[in-house]
């Protein structure tokens, strides 16, 4: 028994979800490996070794896997399989790139998305959008997972230890794929997988000029940004703040949805937030039948008084 | 160039699913049935490939039972050209389904596969990058932009830093995301002339494909319910609960 966890980066840091896998693969009960892909990513693999949880951190360093194309890290990591009962990698857009490829050429199956380790076979995954929850079994020499970042804690990095080190030197070049850039939309918020405090707008909200007052009460909060699909749609805001069945998955400790209505497909992203705030001015809206304090209300006379009184 | 997309039938995005007290599964019987959104995104993108003149050839295909056929007229009234259902009555694995759906792309030979990223019933998000593996095919997955130059294509990704744009050489697969287009609506006439189109069907046994897959659902259940708190009837009060109850600010 040995698990691999596929490290998730910027070439610049660890991504927190792969704190998250790295937790979730401690209830597997078995030595852990964690592998650092890319180009340059030195200062990636010294947060890497300060995983205690790690046993080895292996690097492949080397310009094919610059571009972080699913086409050949799957490949490379598909050369590793035969050593592990258990790949793991964040269900962040990477992980669901990455792993179903991997499945792919190994012909064997995924548990896509788990949120909890019942056993080395035994996985539970939410489907329909969170409305049910399935129990899944994997009878494959190799398990691959992809591990939902917001039901496992974070593992803390700890600077004192140094994890043994093994340079990979395996290349793989993508052949028929090629990245041409990438547009990161860049604040300085907290990232939204993993805030404390997320403050969401929606449609109601009605224009980019008034999402400016959901960032004004996020930073009064030290808060991240989301959004609903109607809100990022009408282009208030850039794709990656949705939450929801097809956006992020977010758990914070506080939630505040404003101008929201609550469609199942948006609570499937938050509803397991600890404490859940919405503001909307329909006393109907679905969105108040998850939420722990409901204030029904004009958002324009709401969020400007919230903002004098913080 | 031919174009060839994966359609599957899903409850609709909005009825309120029930989860069957046994454990079994979800309550399926007399429930309102659609095509995946996801999948009428891929519809609507070969569609308009078709009417710039850069597609040749449509086609629609879907592993499932007879009922599909509804879902698959209604992609004939939409604009595609051609549909193949491969009868099923079980549901199969994601594996399962990639191979199926290699099989028949290795038949119909298409330059452009489109399917969408995630079945919104099992949620799964699979089956796109597995096909594209067992062909050795690239794959953009989450696509919010698709443009084709020559024999290749670029592609616009939404992935959870903002937005990625790779380029990849035909054949190739492509998941949808829900901004990559807004699907049309069926016409009238459109959806009498659909009942002229060829709708094949195509066998399990003739393709020959292993079904099975080493993954099993052992159980369904419903999630816990989240008790609803309560109405608060001023910010003051809200800022109170926020600070002194829930203590979740300063
Ligand atoms: C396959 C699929 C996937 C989807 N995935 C997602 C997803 O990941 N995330 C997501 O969010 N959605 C998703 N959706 C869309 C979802 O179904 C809803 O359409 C969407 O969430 C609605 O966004 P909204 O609540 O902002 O807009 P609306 O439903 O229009 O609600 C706006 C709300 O604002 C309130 N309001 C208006 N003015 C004011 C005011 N002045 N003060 C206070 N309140 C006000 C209204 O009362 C209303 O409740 C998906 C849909 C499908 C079919
Ligand atoms: N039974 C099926 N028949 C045809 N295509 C399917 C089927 N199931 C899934 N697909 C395709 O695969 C996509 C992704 O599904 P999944 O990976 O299961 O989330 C769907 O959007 C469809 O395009």
């Known amino acids: ?310 | 160039m031919k174009v060839l997309l994966a359609l599957k039938r899903v409850i609709d995005p909005y009825v309120k699913i029930r989860v069957r007290a046994d454990g079994s599964g979800v309550e399926t019987a007399n429930v309102k049935m659609s095509i995946n959104p996801f999948d009428e995104i891929a519809i609507e993108e070969a569609v308009r490939l078709k009417e710039q003149g850069l597609a040749r050839l449509t086609q629609v295909v879907s592993i499932g039972p007879e009922a599909v056929q509804e879902n698959l007229r209604t992609a004939l009234a939409l604009g595609i050209d051609e549909a193949l259902l491969v009868p099923c009555e079980q549901t199969l694995p994601a594996l399962a389904i990639a191979r199926v759906l290699k099989a028949i792309i290795l038949i119909e030979k298409p330059d452009l596969v489109l399917l969408g990223k995630q079945a919104i019933d099992d949620d799964n998000n699979q089956i796109g990058q597995i096909l594209a593996a067992l062909l050795d095919w690239p794959q953009c997955t989450f696509a919010s932009q698709l443009k084709v130059q020559g024999d290749s294509i670029e592609v616009t990704r939404e992935v959870d830093g903002g937005l990625e744009i790779l380029s990849a050489k035909l054949p190739a697969v492509v998941t949808t995301d829900l901004r990559l287009n807004t699907p049309r609506y069926a016409s009238l006439p459109n959806i009498m002339k659909a009942k002229q189109k060829p709708l094949t069907r195509v066998s399990l046994e003739e393709l020959g494909v292993c079904l099975t897959a080493n993954i099993e659902t052992l159980s369904v259940s419903a999630p816990k319910e989240r008790k609803a708190g309560i109405r608060v009837d001023s910010v003051d009060e809200l800022l109170d609960k926020l600070r002194h109850e829930a203590k979740v600010i300063e």
């Open chain 1, 1 to 310: 028994m040995r698990t691999l966890i596929v490290a998730e980066h910027d070439h610049q840091h660890l991504k927190s979800g792969t704190l998250s896998t790295l937790t979730a693969a401690m209830a597997l009960k078995s030595p852990i490996d964690l592998i650092v892909i890319g180009q340059h990513c030195h200062s990636v693999v010294q947060e890497a070794r300060s995983l205690a949880g790690v046993q080895c951190v292996i690097v492949a360093d080397h310009e094919v896997y610059q571009s972080l194309l699913a086409e050949n890290l799957a490949k490379l990591l598909a050369s590793f399989a035969q050593d592990y009962t258990h790949i793991l990698c964040p269900a962040s857009t990477f992980g669901k790139d990455l792993l179903p490829r991997l499945a792919g050429l190994l012909e064997c199956s995924l548990a896509s998305d788990i949120i909890e380790i019942i056993d080395q076979d035994t996985f539970i995954r939410p489907i329909y959008a969170g409305n049910a929850l399935a129990t899944v079994r994997l009878k494959e020499n190799t398990r691959l997972l992809t591990v939902r970042s917001s039901a496992f804690a974070k593992y803390t990095l700890q600077a004192e230890t140094l994890v043994e080190l093994r340079a990979c030197d395996r290349v793989y070049a993508a052949e028929k794929t090629s990245l041409i850039r990438r547009e990161e939309s860049q604040n300085d918020r907290p990232e939204l997988a993993n805030a404390k405090v997320v403050v969401s707008g929606g449609r109601g909200l009605q224009n980019k000029e008034n999402f400016a007052l959901i960032e004004a009460l996020a930073d009064k909060l030290g808060a991240a940004v989301g959004a609903s699909r109607a809100a990022v749609d009408a282009g208030f805001v850039p794709n990656d703040y949705q939450v929801g069945q097809t956006g992020k998955v977010v758990a914070p400790n506080l939630y505040i949805g404003i101008g929201i209505s609550g469609a199942i497909q948006h609570l499937a992203g938050m509803k397991d937030s600890r404490v859940i705030v919405a503001i909307n001015k329909d006393p109907e809206a679905p969105i108040f039948q998850i939420a722990d304090y409901g204030l029904v209300g004009d958002l324009f006379k709401i969020i400007p008084e919230l903002l004098s009184k913080l």
